[in-house]
């Protein structure tokens, strides 16, 4: 299968130092995200951050969530079981946090979570997890193309939204 431009710049990107730092509850905040960066983490993770937490405006929460002022981007990881909250969440996040939030990784989410993706309904995020853990993740976001019902139009306008880290 033949890469995509975004996944070829992806690629380019993280040859030199191909390191994410992932997110760990209680871990990463942001002097660990701060210190990962310095040791080459091309991306940083916040801890799990809830949903419902966002939806009820925790202040608690949204220090989860939001960047240090020296932190130049952000991965937030959001986690729930109710979809409606998922996608108030995802505005607020995108939001509050505006060009420093770099993506939400699809290999991680749950159906719930990939609801917030364009075009991704209940069925289409159900069918995109079903496929994930019968194949193993994907390698990048144009591989979520095999599942039925999925375009490789769909995964483009994911990019920056979503990313398969494996």
């Known amino acids: ?8 710049r992806l690629l380019g990107a993280y040859a030199e130092q191909p390191f ?7 871990v990463t905040d942001p002097a ?14 916040s801890e799990m951050v809830s949903v419902a937490g966002l939806a009820y405006a925790s202040n ?6 939001l960047p240090a002022d020296e932190e130049q981007q952000i991965c937030v990881q959001l986690f729930g079981s109710k979809p409606e ?10 939001e509050r946090v505006g060009d420093r939030l770099s993506l939400i990784d699809i290999n991680m989410a749950t159906a ?24 193993g993740p994907f390698a990048t976001l144009a ?14 306008s994911w990019v920056g939204l979503a990313a398969a880290n494996h």
């Open 60 to 65: 608690k929460t949204w220090r989860l969530v």
């Open 1 to 8: 299968m033949a890469l995509s431009e975004y996944s070829k």
């Open 20 to 26: 994410l730092m992932a997110p760990m509850a209680g």
């Open 32 to 45: 660990y995200r701060i210190m990962c960066r310095r040791r080459g983490a091309n991306l940083a993770y």
């Open 85 to 94: 909250q998922f996608a108030s969440a995802v505005a607020a996040v995108e």
């Open 143 to 156: 591989d979520a193309a095999a599942v039925k019902g999925i375009s490789l139009r769909m995964t483009e």
């Open 112 to 135: 719930e979570e990939l609801t917030a993706l364009p075009g991704l309904g209940p069925r289409k995020a159900a069918a995109l997890v079903a496929y994930r853990e019968a194949h």
